[in-house]
């Protein structure tokens, strides 16, 4: 599949395929819901869209599932 980049969520970790992904674009993770921008696209790079005032704490709880 052409333009398929596969990037990590950087919340839960779940692996989420964007098609033709773009700088800026704006996706929703299916597996916990944040609301994700493309940061980089080659290789895709996903980070929280959102600008991160707390510490990101919920990465490290979310880590325990793995
Ligand atoms: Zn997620």
């Known amino acids: 599949m052409e333009g398929l980049e596969v ?3 950087p919340v839960c970790e ?3 395929e964007v ?3 773009t700088v800026g674009q704006q ?3 299916p ?3 944040e609301v994700l921008q493309v940061a980089s ?3 895709l790079k996903l ?3 959102l600008p ?3 510490e990101p704490l919920i990465e490290e709880e979310h880590r325990k599932r793995l």
Do not use: H, I, M, N
Request: hydrophobic share 25%.
């Open 7 to 9: 990037g990590k969520c």
């Open 41 to 43: 696209t080659s290789p």
């Open 31 to 33: 597996e916990c819901g």
């Open 19 to 21: 098609s033709r992904p």
């Open 27 to 29: 996706l929703e993770c």
């Open 47 to 49: 980070y929280y869209a």
């Open 52 to 54: 991160l005032d707390e």
């Open 14 to 16: 779940a692996l989420l």
